[in-house]
Nanobody, 120 residues
Framework: QVQLVESGGGLVQPGGSLRLSCAAS????????MAWYRQAPGKQRELVAHIGSGASTNYADSVKGRFTISRDDAKNTVSLQMNSLKPEDTAVYYC??????????????WGQGTLVTVSS
C-alpha cells in the first residue's frame, strides 16, 4: 500500500521558519506532480505549492517569496520550507502526490496532515 508520511509541523512564533517533509513509501512505478495543501479551521482546503515532474513550481499568492517547495526523486520526498511565517499560515498541511502504480495506473495519494501553528 502506498502512503505519504509527513513530518516537521509544530508551534513557531511569527517571523519564524519551519520545514515540512513528506516521504512516499510502498510499491509504485514513479511519482509525478507533488504538492502541499493546507486547511485552516473553518476554511476550505487550499493549494499552497505545487511542483511538477520536471521541478517546475507554482505557489499561492499568499506564500510567494516566503515558501519554497522542492523534491528529491531519489528519496521519493517533497519538502516545504516556510519562512517569515504569519499567524494566518496556521493550518493543517497536507502532502499530495500523483503516482504511477506498478500496473501503470494513475493514483492520487494524500498524507495524514501535520499541524502548523504560528503564534506568539
Amino acid at each position: 500500500q502506498v502512503q505519504l508520511v509527513e513530518s516537521g509541523g509544530g508551534l513557531v512564533q511569527p517571523g519564524g521558519s519551519l520545514r515540512l517533509s513528506c516521504a512516499a513509501s510502498g510499491r509504485f512505478f514513479s511519482i509525478g506532480p507533488m504538492a502541499w495543501y493546507r486547511q485552516a479551521p473553518g476554511k476550505q482546503r487550499e493549494l499552497v505549492a505545487h511542483i511538477g515532474s520536471g521541478a517546475s513550481t507554482n505557489y499561492a499568492d499568499s506564500v510567494k517569496g516566503r515558501f519554497t517547495i522542492s523534491r528529491d526523486d531519489a528519496k521519493n520526498t517533497v519538502s516545504l520550507q516556510m519562512n517569515s511565517l504569519k499567524p494566518e499560515d496556521t493550518a493543517v498541511y497536507y502532502c499530495n502526490a500523483h503516482l504511477i502504480t506498478t500496473d501503470i495506473r494513475n493514483l492520487e495519494v494524500w498524507g495524514q496532515g501535520t499541524l502548523v501553528t504560528v503564534s506568539s
